[in-house]
């Protein structure tokens, strides 16, 4: 059962900010679907919880100025619907449709996926490789601060209490851009990752890509991006050399964890397997593109 | 494997109306609109709420336990500890039987008084006005251990100087079979293979956590309404909480599941102490996580196989060693092992037999029954090892299986003849026919493979508890029929299957039909819902109360028709003359005339199962199960072999029922049996570190989903040789028998090489793909 707490119900985002200016001991509570689960587990007993998950203006997902904007009380279930991320942020969808389960999906958002600060949040990825920024707003200021260096271990963030996370948002992607989602679990279904994996790639002409990215989730105390691997990819193309090279390089270059999910190792060599996989595919999804020209298969 | 088709032996069963019939359950509507009550759904007046204290630790000493401050809450309205109780054990053993003996001083206590020997273990309880102040009183419970050494692990704790769990030692159980000469059947042998296999601890997550609700009536009998496989518990509860036996009143209700998790004592003796302190209704519910940390799991074993074979396939003599973890306290370990033991060798014809088998105590959560009772456990062993013994011999697994299976009128591994129909390579070929092709997948990392397996499982309980079952059978003055029997229902179809039995025997439909049933004071008793039995028992004590209805019904109709009341039949509500159907009388005049007459339309049934002794557990020949049920099971799978993960991809149980009462829940059975062999091979492992569950709950913990599974396809045979009503045999458990065994022998024809350690997590499959690659 729930232990008893305070619970602020906001009707507008100033009359949140206000509230969460009272107090720094304030909680956000958005779809509740980890909070809820840790207060009934007695892991976490915060006095005071401000329900932001019916906020207006943290609703919807726009294009603005260059930038997909995404509400921080957007639900995954509503991603996994949008036709602007369908366009705009398709390695996104991919991660919502393994997202937990139906129920989850209709409660959690995307802001809370983040902001929970877990290793494991199967929307980081996604949105490392989009590189997103995070929109953190208190009563009087507001600032943006990348995903990269939003989560800062394993339930931390550079949120502070008095902050809400209010938005997501990434620059719309060059034409040629695309990317995949997977996500390795130990059910194929409703399942914690064992290990989450983004890529997405630029491309720069026929041959060669502007820009690799890649970025893994539950394999580290924080959804990282794999620099190194990514340094080695980008500029030139994708010969099944490179990429074997850079999928040893991202498996050398990740601290992996060990859990009751899979020990480091397994993680070390699944990397491997998977950037190898996932930039394969790829490359030659976009070289079918290529020839035929045909739609689908795009951020 | 090739599978040529071959007709089933031909089997002629009389025909029925009612039996056979895929009739909607009596039990369906409710719970497809939500009408059914569960025990977690009942509230009374001025009730109170329970809560339990644990232990924290997997091995202590308490030093000091302070509940005054818990007591003095207001809307506390009482913390009981060991110090307030009548000096009365949880009795662990068999329940329902009388003159078991019993392993002396390995009951589990109530609440700990003193000491601490797993991590959940029930200190204190405490009845409040609210579950919040409940909630609030167990955190101002203030306790201190002295911890004291654990140990974790079944093989250590079988070493010289070990932590003691229960004096003298750490074995709670061992059983032998001595059968031929295991040495020179070894010896004769051409190839000897040996492997060493492990199984888990698992959770039964039945979707409806322990829950109950109990108050003292006027006559002062402590009423409990629970969720049990066991109202017969009644009498345990009794004398755990010191009154007579007649003063405790078990009201099970419908069960969401139980797998064996509800078949020893859960929540009962707790609202037996705070009912009967407070003298007010008291409700106790686990959430998911109690409830995980509160029941017993199925028990991990360690088996080793060591069998000699005959280059033509013949099996020449076989060794096997058994370890199973108990846990902290024994419950039912000696009986689950006694299953093992007997099953070790799976269904095959070893003359040259040793079996040695041992249950462990150890710092670990208790372990007890889990639908296949050992049986299960004794599968995943031999059956991989039959497929590696093929492979060794490079003979296809069917061909050599066949070699080896038992027949009808072959006595098993303990001696017993096998009196019943075996249809193992009946069923075998039409599981691999059903089965079909392997499908082909173009990425050359994914591997698919099939494998099989074919299992014995018993039904009805071991003979030397002498089991028996009690059913009512009455017939109303509308020609409504109405039965009473105590067996509690599991939510497998247990109370609609004798419904159907009664409306085949009095010519009624089964909507014709009402029951009353796992109640241990008001219906009869019928013993557990466990071991497979309740078909077999109360099945056949229904029938033989509705038989006895019947005569009396058609010695009337006899007088009536001026007929022999053998040329008389009941259907369609009517009796009739058989050569002259258009000649009848209703069910409810016929009734209303015995009424009238003060004949005894109402009868009590006893079924008896065969009764023997104990057997000699230093070599163990002799009867020890009424009858078994034979099962194959095949699975094709694809193993992703760059993550080794591992998709189902097709899954066919077939299993000669002997009589199908209603092939939908039959298909029920095989479909759910399948689902939970499946997680058992490929996911649901209870991870305990140190005595400290690292699964604590369904997040941690996974069972599979809808889409982890494929529909299994059910195949029914009939053979009519069961020992159960019509000749029907038992299906609860054996469903889910060959089902992880045929996983892991799928798995392994797709990789190539063998993984002894279930679950199969992408983890060791892995590992076991580069073994291949280097071996």
Not at chain 1, 257 to 265: F, K, L, Q, V
Not at chain 2, 89 to 115: F, N
Not at chain 2, 512 to 518: G, I, K, L, R
Not at chain 2, 699 to 704: G, H, M, R, V
Request: proline share 6%.
């Amino acid at each position: 059962m729930l232990p008893e707490f305070e619970l602020l119900m906001p009707r507008t985002l100033p009359e949140a900010l206000e509230m969460m200016n009272e107090s720094s001991r304030v909680i956000p509570l958005a779809g509740g679907t980890s909070l809820l689960v840790d207060l009934r587990g007695r892991i976490s007993r915060p006095q005071m919880l401000i329900n932001i998950g019916g906020l207006d203006e943290l609703r919807g997902v726009r294009v603005e100025e260059g930038y997909v904007v995404v509400g921080s009380a957007v639900t995954i279930a509503d991603l996994k619907h949008n036709v602007l991320i369908a366009k705009h942020g398709q390695v996104l969808q991919q991660a919502t449709r393994v997202f937990a389960n139906p129920l989850v999906r209709n409660r959690a958002t995307i802001g809370g996926n983040l902001a929970y600060g877990s290793p494991a949040a199967d929307a980081a990825p996604p949105l490392l490789v989009l590189d997103a920024e995070v929109e953190l707003t208190c009563k009087d200021a507001k600032r943006t601060v990348p995903l990269k260096e939003f989560i800062t271990g394993v339930r931390e963030t550079v949120r502070h209490p008095r902050e809400l996370v209010t938005a997501i948002r990434w620059p719309i992607l060059p034409e040629g851009s695309v990317g995949v989602f997977h996500k390795l679990g130990l059910r194929k279904a409703d399942a914690i990752s064992v290990l989450s994996i983004a890529v997405m790639l630029h491309r720069k002409n026929t041959e060669d890509y502007a820009q690799v990215r890649i970025a893994l989730g539950a394999v580290a105390p924080t959804p990282i991006r794999v620099t190194p691997a990514e340094e080695l990819l980008s500029g030139g193309p994708l010969t099944p050399e490179v990429i074997a090279r850079a999928a040893q390089l991202a498996s050398e270059s990740t601290h992996a964890i060990s859990d009751i999910r899979g020990s480091a190792a397994y993680r070390k060599r699944v990397i491997t397997a998977l950037v190898k996989r996932l930039l394969t595919n790829l490359a030659e999804g976009t070289k079918e593109k290529k020839h035929n020209e045909s739609e689908g298969y795009h951020s | 494997m090739t599978v040529k088709g071959k007709t089933l032996p031909q089997v002629d069963l009389p025909p029925l109306r009612q039996v056979g019939r895929p009739l909607r359950r009596v039990d369906a509507l409710g719970k497809a609109v939500g009408a059914t009550i569960y025990a977690g759904d009942f509230t009374m007046p001025n009730m109170l709420h329970g809560k339990v204290f644990r232990s924290s630790e997997p091995s202590a000493c308490i030093k000091q336990l302070d509940v005054n401050k818990a007591r003095a809450l207001p809307g506390v309205a009482c913390v009981l500890t060991a110090d307030d109780l009548p000096d009365g054990k949880l009795i662990t053993d068999m329940p329902g039987q009388t003159g078991q003996e019993r392993r002396k001083g390995s009951d589990a206590p109530v609440l700990a008084a003193r000491r601490v020997r797993f991590v959940g273990e029930p200190i204190a309880l405490v009845a409040a006005e609210t579950l919040a102040i409940a909630q609030q009183a167990l955190e101002l419970i203030k306790i201190e251990y002295e911890p004291l050494p654990g140990v974790f692990d079944p093989l250590e704790a079988m070493k010289p100087g070990a932590p003691v769990i229960h004096v003298p030692d750490n074995i709670v159980s061992s059983w032998k079979i001595r059968k031929g000469n295991t040495e020179a059947g070894l010896a004769a042998a051409d190839l000897i293979v040996q492997n060493t296999f492990r199984v888990p601890f698992l959770d039964h997550a039945y979707i409806e956590p322990e829950a109950g609700v109990a108050w003292v009536d006027d006559q002062d009998v402590i009423n409990i309404r629970v969720c049990t496989q066991v109202v017969e518990h009644f009498r345990s509860i009794a004398q755990a909480v010191g009154v007579p036996h007649n003063k405790v009143h078990v009201r099970g209700t419908m069960i969401g599941g139980g797998f064996g998790g509800k078949e020893d004592i859960t929540v009962e003796i707790f609202l037996a102490l705070l009912t009967k302190e407070t003298r007010r209704p008291v409700r106790l519910a686990y959430t998911r996580e109690e409830s995980i940390l509160a029941h017993s799991k199925r028990h991990p074993f360690i088996i080793t196989h060591r069998t000699g074979v005959k280059k033509n396939g013949r099996i020449t003599g076989a060794e096997i060693k058994m370890i199973s973890d108990s846990g902290a306290y024994p419950y039912l370990s000696p009986y689950v092992l006694l299953y093992a033991t007997v099953t070790s060798c799976g269904p095959y014809r070893i003359e040259n037999l040793k079996v040695d088998s041992v249950s462990v105590a150890t710092n670990n959560p208790f372990t007890s029954a889990f639908r296949g009772f050992g049986g299960a456990q004794a599968a995943v062993a031999y059956e991989q090892q039959m497929d590696e013994m093929a492979k060794a011999l490079a003979m296809d697994p069917l061909e050599f299986r066949k070699i080896n299976y038992l027949k009808t009128g072959d006595s098993n591994a303990i001696g017993q003849e096998i009196k019943s129909a075996v249809w193992l390579e009946e069923e075998a070929m039409q599981a691999l026919a059903a089965l079909g092709e392997k499908e082909t997948i173009s990425d050359d990392a994914i591997k698919v493979g099939q494998g099989f397996a074919t299992t014995m499982q018993s039904y009805g309980r071991i003979m030397w508890f002498h089991d028996t079952s009690r059913s009512w059978v009455g017939i109303e003055q509308d020609g409504t029929v109405v039965v009473r029997c105590g067996a509690p229902d599991l939510g497998a179809g247990q109370a609609n299957s004798l419904c159907q039995i009664a409306a085949e025997v009095l010519g009624v439909s089964l909507t014709d039909v009402t029951f009353y049933n796992s109640d241990s004071a008001v219906t009869p008793l019928a013993g557990t819902t466990t071991a497979t039995r309740q078909l077999y028992m109360s099945g056949n004590a229904t029938l033989k109360a509705a038989r006895m209805v019947r005569e009396v019904l058609l010695d009337h109709a006899a007088e009536h028709f001026k007929k022999e009341p053998s040329n008389l039949d009941l259907a369609d509500n009517k009796v009739f003359i058989k050569s002259d159907p258009e000649q009848w009388l209703s069910l409810a005049d016929l009734s209303k005339m015995c009424a009238a007459d003060g004949l005894k339309l109402q009868h009590l049934a006893l079924f008896r199962a065969p009764f023997t002794d104990k057997l000699n557990p230093e070599n163990l020949q002799g009867d020890v199960f009424p009858d078994f049920t034979f099962s194959a099971h095949a699975i094709e799978v694809a193993v992703d072999t760059k993550t080794g993960e591992i998709t189902v991809l097709k899954s066919v149980g077939c299993h000669d029922v002997g009589r199908a009462i209603n092939p939908i829940a039959v298909e029920g059975q095989i479909q759910g049996g399948s689902a939970q062999g499946i997680g058992y091979a490929l996911m649901e492992e209870v991870q305990v570190k140190d005595g400290v569950t690292r699964t604590p709950s369904l997040s941690e913990y996974l069972i599979p989903t809808a889409k982890d599974l494929p529909t299994t396809k059910a195949i029914i045979l009939e053979s009519g040789t069961g020992v159960g009503p019509f000749g029907a045999k038992g299906i609860g458990e054996p469903a889910l028998t060959p089902a992880a065994p045929a996983v892991a022998n799928a798995v392994a024809n797709a990789i190539g090489v063998r993984i002894h350690d279930l679950p199969l997590t992408p983890q060791r499959v892995l590992a076991a793909v580069d073994r291949a690659k280097k071996g």
